[in-house]
């Protein structure tokens, strides 16, 4: 089988897998395919609700979640944002990360998972952040405008972890798995009445002294649970994505 047979296949195995299974994918990215340095790419961009004080995270080869690839860095003072469009304004949908956290017991270095509609503030809709905060060895997710840390203390420094939360729309209400474990369920939106959708996600964080960690394998789609489209060499989801790039 020709190399171009090949890839055809898996390309066609991929999408009739993705179409049985229903899933809408809003955006993908496991940044192996982006530039080391600067992460302004692929639609991420500093701006608000971040100051201009901050620079752009980065994308490192040095750090990653599986065998190989690339990651999101996060070091001091960088901030980055990135548009859907059309802005989401109904229905359940998930977005899903690995992060890996790289202090202990600091308590103003966090990394940021911050969503919202057309206004880009920092008090978004859905809003959760990793460590820092009152309690820095655990993710905080707001419920309504309280700020909760949640769980126990779930934090591996050091080490990744995945990052689940499902987000309904309709209702502007969340939830919040760290490892597949529920730490938040039902929790309202931080800013409810300025943000009827999902328009935008932030990643960073807008102060810190050192690496405060990584993001990683970001899959944002519809419905409650995370599709993945299995080939017979192993491809994952991530190299669906990837497909439909070089398309």
């Known amino acids: 089988m020709s190399r171009l047979t090949s890839v055809m296949t898996v390309f066609m195995l991929l999408l009739f897998s993705i179409a049985a299974q229903g899933a809408v994918i809003h955006y993908e990215q496991n940044f192996d395919f982006l530039k080391d340095g600067d992460a302004e790419q692929d639609g991420w961009a500093t701006g608000p609700p971040a100051t201009v004080n901050e620079k752009p995270t980065t994308i490192t080869s040095e750090v990653f979640h599986g065998d190989s690839g690339k990651s999101m860095q996060v070091d001091p003072m960088q901030v980055v944002v990135r548009d859907f469009d059309p802005i989401i304004k109904s229905g359940v949908h998930f977005l899903s990360l690995w992060f890996r956290y790289e202090l202990q017991n600091v308590s103003d270095d966090k990394l940021f998972i911050y969503m919202g509609g057309e206004i880009k503030e920092w008090a978004g809709g859905p809003v959760c952040y990793v460590g820092g905060g009152s309690d820095p060895n655990k993710v905080t997710v707001y419920n309504g405008g309280t700020a909760t840390p949640v769980g126990d203390d779930n934090l591996l420094v050091g080490e990744w972890q995945h990052f689940f939360e499902v987000i309904d729309v309709d209702n502007q209400t969340i939830d919040v798995y760290v490892d597949d474990e529920l730490v938040a369920e039902n929790f309202l939106w931080r800013n409810p009445t300025n943000h009827k959708g999902l328009g935008w996600l932030m990643l ?44």
């Open 204 to 247: 960073g964080f807008d102060r810190g002294v050192a690496t405060i960690g990584y993001y990683d394998d970001i899959m944002f789609g519809e419905g409650n649970e995370i599709i993945q489209a299995v080939a017979p060499e192993g491809k994952i989801a991530s190299t669906w994505g990837y497909l439909k790039k070089i398309r």
